[in-house]
């Protein structure tokens, strides 16, 4: 039998994990999963899923890997600034190659966010599939609860978080969360084309309160810091991070200060059957 779903991204975090939840719910022999590098093929090979390589700049050899697919995850790409049009070069091969339905990974509120950096290419993706003719269906993914947890030793170390979020909440879950979302409308009933899933986390929580909880579990008293969006670019350029990654996430975060990272909606658990992975357990988890 040939592969019937594929998942872009597959070497990246959130593709491996949707490609281990579609595992958990169909044969492998149905999986196919897409890498940019050769090299990235091994682990995926490993689990029986049919890797095609092509890059989101290659619009021919992208239209050959998906020959044969019907139903596509395109997870966004994180090259910032290139993905509309990396993101369309995929839609208009999915069109030639006669994929029946894509689900694609966007943002929180993607139409209506405070946030200014990151939804432009996710809008610009939405209108492409939107024009594409595609049947297609809009994951829009809130913030990844490891994007906190995974500083979280080096906040200990360092005695402290930083952010310019203000009081601002956010309503993450983990990633596995939004793969396993992925997932199952991949593998389910289709929806209704252009139907949108706002997607986040069950709870929300401010930087004091994580900063609290970080506390609790380190066993070492930590604060939070609020600067403004300029401070904070400069103390993220400070620690090495690239100018324009920098400003990306100054920008999350400010958007975040005017509720850009919360949502009280429960599809995600919803979709799932199951509660959202607290965020103090990925915390912990992380610890
Ligand atoms: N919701 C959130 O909080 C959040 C946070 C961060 C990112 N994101 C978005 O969600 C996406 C998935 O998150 P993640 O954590 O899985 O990111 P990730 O680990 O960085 O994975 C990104 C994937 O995109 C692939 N990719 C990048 N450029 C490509 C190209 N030109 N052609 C083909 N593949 C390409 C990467 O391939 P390589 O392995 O070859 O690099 C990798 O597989 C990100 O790309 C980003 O758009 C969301």
Same mark, same amino acid.
């Given at each position: 039998?040939?592969?019937?779903?594929?998942?872009?991204?597959?070497?990246?975090?959130?593709?491996?994990?949707?490609?281990?939840?579609?595992?958990?719910?169909?044969? =492998?022999?149905?999986?196919?999963?897409?890498?940019?590098?050769?090299?990235?093929?091994?682990?995926?090979?490993?689990?029986?899923?049919?890797?095609?390589?092509?890059?989101?700049?290659?619009?021919?050899?992208?239209?050959?890997?998906?020959?044969?697919?019907?139903?596509? @995850?395109?997870?966004?790409?994180?090259?910032?600034?290139?993905?509309?049009?990396?993101?369309? #070069?995929?839609? +208009?091969?999915?069109?030639?190659?006669?994929?029946?339905?894509?689900?694609?990974?966007?943002?929180? #509120?993607?139409?209506?966010?405070?946030?200014?950096?990151?939804?432009?290419?996710?809008?610009?993706?939405? +209108?492409? @599939?939107?024009?594409?003719?595609? %049947?297609?269906?809009?994951?829009? #993914?809130?913030?990844?609860?490891? #994007?906190?947890?995974?500083?979280?030793?080096?906040?200990?170390?360092?005695?402290?978080?930083?952010?310019?979020?203000?009081?601002?909440?956010?309503?993450?879950?983990?990633?596995?969360?939004?793969?396993?979302?992925?997932?199952?409308?991949?593998?389910? %009933?289709?929806?209704?084309?252009?139907?949108?899933?706002?997607?986040?986390?069950?709870?929300?929580?401010?930087?004091?309160?994580?900063?609290? =909880?970080?506390?609790?579990?380190?066993?070492?008293?930590?604060?939070?810091?609020?600067?403004?969006?300029?401070?904070?670019?400069?103390?993220?350029?400070?620690?090495?991070?690239?100018?324009?990654?920098?400003?990306?996430?100054?920008?999350?975060?400010?958007?975040?200060?005017?509720?850009?990272?919360?949502?009280?909606?429960?599809?995600?658990?919803?979709?799932?059957?199951?509660?959202?992975?607290?965020?103090?357990?990925?915390?912990?988890?992380?610890?």
């Amino acid at each position: 039998m040939s592969a019937k779903y594929l998942v872009t991204g597959a070497s990246g975090q959130l593709g491996a994990l949707a490609i281990d939840a579609l595992l958990a719910r169909v044969p =492998a022999s149905e999986v196919a999963g897409l890498v940019r590098r050769p090299e990235a093929a091994a682990p995926l090979e490993a689990k029986g899923v049919d890797v095609r390589v092509a890059s989101y700049t290659d619009p021919e050899a992208l239209k050959a890997a998906f020959a044969g697919i019907e139903r596509l @995850l395109l997870v966004s790409s994180s090259e910032v600034g290139q993905r509309a049009a990396q993101h369309q #070069n995929v839609i +208009d091969a999915a069109g030639a190659a006669g994929v029946g339905f894509v689900a694609y990974t966007s943002i929180l #509120n993607a139409k209506g966010s405070p946030l200014t950096i990151l939804p432009g290419e996710h809008v610009a993706t939405e +209108d492409a @599939l939107a024009a594409s003719g595609l %049947d297609y269906a809009l994951l829009r #993914n809130g913030w990844y609860t490891e #994007n906190y947890t995974m500083g979280a030793k080096d906040a200990v170390k360092g005695g402290g978080l930083i952010g310019t979020i203000g009081e601002g909440r956010v309503s993450s879950a983990a990633r596995a969360d939004y793969a396993e979302a992925a997932a199952i409308v991949l593998t389910g %009933d289709l929806p209704t084309s252009g139907t949108v899933y706002e997607l986040a986390g069950d709870d929300s929580y401010s930087l004091p309160e994580f900063a609290a =909880a970080l506390s609790e579990l380190s066993g070492k008293t930590l604060g939070f810091t609020d600067m403004t969006p300029e401070a904070y670019k400069d103390a993220l350029t400070g620690f090495g991070l690239p100018e324009a990654v920098a400003a990306m996430l100054a920008d999350s975060e400010a958007g975040a200060a005017k509720g850009g990272l919360y949502s009280d909606d429960k599809t995600l658990s919803d979709l799932l059957g199951r509660p959202t992975t607290p965020w103090r357990e990925t915390l912990k988890a992380a610890l």
